[in-house]
């Protein structure tokens, strides 16, 4: 499949697909338009204080699985978009970053997850703290189109979201009446 037959990247949240306000940039200049912009880390980080100040409600910066979550936690409080790269399926280091990012950080503002997001994944990264999903998978996209999220009722470990009351984790069973 050549990048033209490609699938283009749509963006779903818990209430649906919806348009996506946010642009993708290299470096400061995309600001000029009214689009929210993401930057890379490096971008982000090489951002004066004024422009940072000034843009903060439509600035948001983009990391790689390799990079440190540690390097926007003094920006988290006027961020409002936090990206996490999945550049392959089998690469989870973003899962624990959104879990860190909503557990020990308190960031209450949308985590998105970008890259290699498949419809098996979803789920977990909901409960992770994810908010939003760039989808392009075909499989995915469909399955979203028709309210198939999917997911296991049973879990082995909390999350950084709350459980629903009727469901549990396996090992806190409750006795039957």
Same mark, same amino acid.
């Given at each position: 499949?050549?990048?033209?037959?490609?699938?283009?990247?749509?963006?779903?949240?818990?209430?649906?697909?919806?348009? #996506?306000?946010?642009? &993708?940039? *290299?470096? +400061?200049?995309? $600001?000029?338009?009214? @689009?929210?912009?993401?930057?890379?880390? %490096? !971008?982000?980080?090489?951002? #004066?204080?004024?422009? &940072?100040? *000034?843009? +903060?409600?439509? $600035?948001?910066?983009? @990391?790689?699985?390799?990079?440190?979550? %540690? !390097?926007?936690?003094?920006?988290?409080?006027?961020?409002?978009?936090?990206?996490?790269?999945?550049?392959?399926?089998?690469?989870?280091?973003?899962?624990?970053? %959104?879990?860190?990012?909503?557990?020990?950080?308190?960031?209450?503002g949308a985590i998105r997850a970008s890259?290699?997001?498949?419809?098996?994944?979803?789920?977990?990264?909901?409960?992770?703290?994810f908010s939003e999903f760039e989808v392009?998978?075909?499989?995915?996209?469909?399955?979203?189109?028709?309210?198939?999220?999917?997911?296991?009722?049973?879990?082995?470990?909390?999350?950084?979201?709350?459980?629903?009351?009727?469901?549990?984790?396996?090992?806190?069973?409750?006795?039957?009446?």
């Amino acid at each position: 499949m050549s990048e033209t037959d490609a699938p283009a990247i749509r963006l779903w949240t818990e209430e649906g697909f919806r348009d #996506d306000q946010w642009i &993708r940039a *290299e470096d +400061a200049q995309a $600001l000029a338009g009214n @689009l929210g912009v993401i930057l890379p880390l %490096a !971008a982000f980080l090489a951002l #004066d204080e004024t422009t &940072r100040t *000034e843009n +903060a409600a439509r $600035l948001g910066v983009h @990391l790689e699985p390799g990079e440190q979550i %540690a !390097a926007i936690v003094p920006f988290l409080a006027t961020l409002p978009l936090v990206s996490l790269g999945f550049p392959a399926f089998n690469d989870g280091r973003s899962y624990s970053k %959104a879990q860190l990012l909503r557990t020990r950080h308190g960031y209450k503002g949308a985590i998105r997850a970008s890259g290699e997001v498949l419809i098996d994944q979803i789920p977990l990264m909901l409960r992770t703290g994810f908010s939003e999903f760039e989808v392009s998978n075909e499989t995915a996209l469909k399955r979203l189109e028709e309210g198939r999220v999917g997911g296991i009722a049973q879990r082995y470990q909390p999350a950084a979201r709350a459980e629903a009351a009727a469901t549990g984790f396996s090992w806190r069973r409750k006795a039957l009446a």
